[in-house]
């Protein structure tokens, strides 16, 4: 089981950029596969970002190109880098251990996109 806590949200303008972190006091295991969702007003929470074990990424389509989700294990870390943000990107943010554990939700970190 991992315990996330995500941190680097703010207020940004679009076009900008975020990074956000995720610490996690349980061990993130070389098996472990991690995503990167959030959930804006009103909607439900999605998938966004996917790391496995071996590093292999996948992205949901609207921030392909745009997000980049990385790891360092041997620290217990997760990142998303956020560029070219737009105000559709606007939402709680949560970082999520999918895999060999469905894990607990954190408390997410706000990133709002406006001008």
């Known amino acids: 089981q991992v315990q996330p806590v995500e941190s680097g949200g703010g207020l940004v303008q679009p076009g900008g950029s975020l990074r956000l972190s995720c610490a996690a006091s349980g061990s993130i295991t070389r098996r472990s596969i991690m995503g990167w969702y959030r959930q804006a007003p009103g909607k439900q929470r999605e998938l966004v970002a996917r790391?496995?074990?071996?590093?292999?990424?996948n992205y949901a389509d609207s921030v392909q190109g745009r997000f980049t989700i990385s790891r360092d294990s041997a620290k217990n870390a997760v990142f998303l880098q956020m560029n070219s943000l737009k105000p559709e990107d606007t939402a709680v943010y949560y970082c999520?251990?999918?895999?060999?554990?469905?894990?607990?939700w954190g408390q997410g970190t706000q990133v709002t996109v406006s001008s």
């Open positions: 999520h251990e999918d895999y060999p554990n469905f894990g607990a």
């Open positions: 790391i496995t074990s071996d590093l292999r990424t």
